[in-house]
Nanobody, 122 residues
Framework: PLVESGGGLVQSGGSLRLSCSAS????????LGWFRQAPGKEREGVSAISARTGFTRYADSVKGRFTISRDDAKNTVYLQMNSLKPEDTAVYYC?????????????????WGQGTQVTVSS
């Protein structure tokens, strides 16, 4: 399974770093993604990072503010979130996909974490 951590309550303009670690399998050969779901809204792709090449992709709403990275030695993927806005408030999920591309399409991801709450106050 995948386990997220690092969520919490932060003021607008603040920063958080989310972590996602895997147990029972290694992430080295997997594309990893971060998704979020706000109350009453559909789950949306935030960022993804491919295996091997480390190619990254971001949703337009987070470009320039969020950075995804991976540390395969630690079997962990991170999401550094800066300049947070109230509209970033959501449950954030990490996911793993055996495919090669850094897609933000949730349907291709095979394994999901339980989610971590991020709340940004204005």
């Amino acid at each position: 399974p995948l386990v997220e951590s690092g969520g919490g309550l932060v003021q607008s303009g603040g920063s958080l770093r989310l972590s996602c670690s895997a147990s029972g399998f290694t992430l080295e050969d997997w594309t990893l993604g971060w998704f979020r779901q706000a109350p009453g809204k559909e789950r949306e792709g935030v960022s993804a990072i491919s295996a091997r090449t480390g190619f990254t992709r971001y949703a337009d709403s987070v470009k320039g503010r969020f950075t995804i990275s991976r540390d395969d030695a630690k079997n962990t993927v991170y999401l550094q979130m800066n300049s947070l806005k109230p509209e970033d408030t959501a449950v954030y999920y990490c996911a793993a996909d055996r495919g090669a591309g850094a897609t933000l399409f949730a349907g291709v991801y095979d394994s999901w974490g339980q989610g971590t709450q991020v709340t940004v106050s204005s």
